[in-house]
C-alpha cells in the first residue's frame, strides 16, 4: 500500500523509552530523534569536534540527553544551550539516558568503546 502525504505526516512514528533513573529518585522518557533534532545533534557534534581539536571537553552525554529527554507529550525538556548545566548532573544517570537514546538512535554504532574513542 502506497503512503499518502497526510498518512506520513500524522503518522506516530517515534519510539519512546521510559528509563528508571534512581539517582534522580525518578525516570524519564527518552525519544527517537526527528530528523531536524538528529541534524542539529550532528551539527553539534561537529562543532564540539572542532573544540576538541583546541582542546575543549565535550559534553557528549549531555548533548544527546538534551537531545532526546522528552515530557510525556514527546516535547524536548532541553535545549542544546542547557548541556553545560545538564552536563553536571550525576554521570551515571547520565550513562542510562546515553545507552537509551544511543540504543533507540544509533547515532554512535552499538559498541561503547567506540563513541569514547570518538
Known amino acids: 500500500m502506497s503512503l499518502t502525504k497526510s498518512d506520513i505526516l500524522k503518522a506516530d512514528d517515534l519510539k519512546m523509552e521510559e528509563v528508571e533513573i534512581p539517582e534522580w529518585n525518578g525516570s524519564v522518557f527518552v525519544t527517537e530523534l526527528t530528523g531536524d533534532a538528529r541534524d542539529e545533534f550532528e551539527q ?24 532526546t529527554i522528552v515530557d510525556e507529550k514527546k516535547e524536548r525538556m532541553f535545549t542544546f544551550n542547557e548541556i553545560k548545566q545538564l552536563g ?10 546515553f545507552e537509551a537514546a544511543n540504543k533507540l538512535n544509533k547515532v554512535f554504532g552499538t559498541e561503547r568503546e567506540s563513541v569514547e574513542k570518538n
Not at 46 to 66: D, P, S, T, V
Not at 88 to 97: Q, V
Request: aromatic share 6%.
Open 44 to 67: 553539534y557534534l561537529a562543532q564540539l569536534e572542532e573544540k576538541r581539536q583546541e582542546g575543549n571537553f565535550m559534553h557528549l552525554r549531555a548533548a544527546l540527553a538534551a537531545a
Open 88 to 97: 553536571k548532573k550525576n554521570g551515571k544517570a547520565l550513562d542510562r539516558i
